[in-house]
């Protein structure tokens, strides 16, 4: 099988809600609250080490049964920016996707330079539901 660097769009950041500890890297975050600075439509976003993915695609992963990766809540926040340049828009619900799998043997996984890795089956869901903003590249496992 095929695995690809997928990059995701960065829509925001942490918000102050966020529990981390940067005294490692990357940091370990407990709880994440993501504020969106903006959204150009994507179901999948990113914000390092942190990616998160609208309910759609969470279901899609549950019912392929795709490896390597478990669900958790997040906060979803609007910056004053994101308000003053897309007023009229508003997000789909957001889950935060934790990758727990080896890159180039699970369908999600991390690699050494900590990108995120995924299959060729991943990019076959994902593109029909909007990762057109994302950034993808073959993987080779060294």
């Known amino acids: 099988m095929k ?3 997928l990059e995701p769009e960065v829509s925001g950041g942490f918000g102050d809600n966020v529990i981390l500890d940067a005294s490692v890297h990357p940091p ?3 709880r ?4 969106f600075d903006g959204w150009l439509g994507d179901s999948m ?3 390092f080490p942190c990616y998160l993915v609208t309910e759609d695609v969470k279901e899609k992963i549950l019912k392929s049964e795709f490896s390597g990766v478990t669900f958790d809540k997040v906060e979803v926040t609007t910056s004053e920016l994101f308000e003053e340049m897309q ?10 996707l934790k990758v727990n799998g080896e890159a180039g043997r699970d369908d999600f996984g991390i690699a050494k330079d900590l990108r995120l890795v995924v299959s060729e089956r991943i990019l076959d ?16 496992a060294s």
């Open 3 to 5: 695995y690809y660097y």
């Open 32 to 35: 994440l609250h993501y504020e």
């Open 28 to 30: 370990l975050i407990t």
């Open 87 to 96: 007023p009229d828009q508003k997000l789909p619900p957001f889950v935060w």
């Open 125 to 140: 869901a994902l593109k029909p539901l909007g990762i057109s903003n994302a950034l993808i590249e073959p993987f080779e």
């Open 45 to 47: 976003v990113t914000s």
